[in-house]
């Protein structure tokens, strides 16, 4: 009996201590693509789909030195069919907005306080 074997190489797609993820198609490609978190390194990793589960290596968009990043979610802030990612940051007491821009990306994250 022949039996045909896959063996995928291991790839990291996030950085340091994933914490929160959300499932969301970010570029309007009609896939599903993941954005997640990283609590320890204090960014947001933003993985496309581009074919049948297949995802890019994903870029990576900081959340500040020393924020401290506790959650992140996606939303329309800005109410123009792009999503948007907010940030909560426990270390330095704020939350970072990160708007979306065209084709999946993002410009440069801006920092409100918290209160």
Request: glycine share 14%; net charge negative.
């Amino acid at each position: 009996m022949v039996m045909d074997l896959l063996l995928i190489k291991k790839k990291d797609l996030t950085s340091s201590c994933p914490g929160s993820v959300a499932i969301v198609d970010v570029n309007n490609g009609n896939r599903l693509d993941i954005i997640v978190g990283n609590r320890e390194s204090n960014d947001i990793s933003i993985m496309l789909q581009y074919n049948r589960g297949f995802l890019t290596n994903g870029m990576t968009y900081a959340s500040g030195g020393g924020s401290d990043l506790q959650y992140a979610v996606v939303g329309d802030i800005k109410d123009d069919c792009r999503l948007d990612i907010v940030a909560a940051n426990y270390g330095t007491n704020d939350v970072g907005i990160i708007f979306g821009h065209v084709g999946g990306t993002f410009l440069s994250q801006i920092i409100q306080g918290a209160g």
